[in-house]
């Protein structure tokens, strides 16, 4: 998860920011790993572009993607949430 730009960076390599297919697969792994488990907050828009390096609106198409799993749920004016099973 996550591990090969971090590993390009160390190397001195310029990271090329992930896909949105890509932190979509991320982020399922981390829901199915229970890192974020049901009823946690995920982080705002900002917080998981800067955390992936790309526009907030690439983020906003995985969370998109990730509502049309069912992994997550938006709660308008509070977030989005990692869904209860």
Do not use: H, N
Not at 3 to 11: C, I, K, P, Q, W
Not at 52 to 76: F, K, N
Request: overall charge negative; cysteine-free; proline content about 7%.
């Amino acid at each position: 998860m996550f591990s090969a730009a971090l590993v390009a960076e160390d190397r001195g390599v310029p990271a090329i920011p992930m896909s949105s297919g890509q932190i979509v697969d991320d982020l399922a792994a981390r829901i199915r790993s229970g890192e974020y488990v049901p009823g946690t907050q995920l982080p705002t828009y900002a917080s998981l572009a800067d955390l992936y390096d790309v526009s907030p609106a690439t983020i906003a198409i995985v969370i998109r993607i990730l509502r049309e799993r069912g992994l997550v749920v938006g709660v308008p004016g509070r977030g989005t949430f990692v869904a209860e099973s």
